[in-house]
């Protein structure tokens, strides 16, 4: 199975900062034939579902604030928040949908320090 | 709008079993592959089985030979029946939706959840 890494499991950012988080696949989610990236990102707040932020590593879903974005290719890859609001306090998780079993990372949560 | 609605939770001693059923609108169901994913309590996300829309189903390694997806397309309706329940699949049980396209996809929409409790 594909391990993915989250890191760090949690940060604290001033509102209006910069949010970072990572993950690293244990194996390239790169497919060579559509050099697509089989990588999600998902927010989950307490008590709700997982909302779906970014697929294919970069592409944002519809309705999503363009503060958030995706980056990275193979078996790295990084979501920024650029500007914290209150709202995106939440857990976020990245999955790899490259082949079953799809997998999910561990999560990040995200607080406001 | 797209709703997934689960129903079919609560309190099950071990050994019992359950049937969960997903309830969709505002799609095409038929015409999307479907996931059950489960949440241990205060935990993160494990996938446990999807189906296709031909039929194909899939399984976690930790509830193969328990757990069985169905889907009843005349009535939108995602089913996950599981059997021989153990305290480790207790959890909140999303049905989501995968995005349509060619080959594996990302889950677009999710259920709220149903809670699922395995203790005697």
């Known amino acids: 199975d594909f391990v993915m890494t989250q890191s760090p499991d949690s940060l604290a950012v001033s509102l209006g900062e910069r949010a970072t988080i990572n993950c690293k696949s244990s194996q390239s989610v790169l497919y060579s034939s559509n050099n697509k990236n089989y990588l999600s990102w998902y927010q989950q707040k307490p008590g709700q579902p997982p909302k779906l932020l970014i697929y294919?590593?970069?592409s944002r879903e519809s309705g999503v604030p363009d503060r958030f974005s995706g980056s990275g290719s193979g078996t790295d890859f990084t979501l920024t928040i650029s500007s914290l609001q209150a709202e995106d306090v939440a857990i976020y998780y990245c999955?790899?949908?490259?082949?079953?079993?799809?997998?999910f990372g561990g999560g990040t949560k995200v607080e406001i320090k | 709008e797209v709703q997934l609605v689960e129903s079919g939770g609560g309190l099950i001693q071990p050994g019992g079993s359950l049937r969960l059923s997903c309830a969709a609108s505002?799609?095409?169901?038929?015409?999307?592959?479907m996931y059950w994913v489960r949440q241990p309590t205060g935990k993160g996300l494990e996938w446990v089985s999807a189906i296709a829309t031909g039929g194909e189903t899939y399984y976690a390694n930790s509830v193969r030979g328990r757990f069985t997806i169905s889907r009843e397309n005349a009535k939108d309706s995602l089913y996950l029946q599981m059997n021989s329940l153990r305290a480790e699949d207790t959890g909140v049980y999303f049905c989501?939706?995968?995005?349509?396209?060619?080959?594996?996809?990302?889950?677009?929409?999710w259920g709220q959840g149903i809670l699922v409790i395995v203790s005697s």
């Open positions: 999955q790899q949908y490259y082949t079953i079993p799809v997998t």
């Open positions: 989501a939706r995968e995005k349509e396209g060619f080959g594996l996809n990302t889950l677009d929409y």
């Open positions: 505002g799609f095409t169901f038929s015409n999307y592959d």
């Open positions: 294919w590593a970069s």
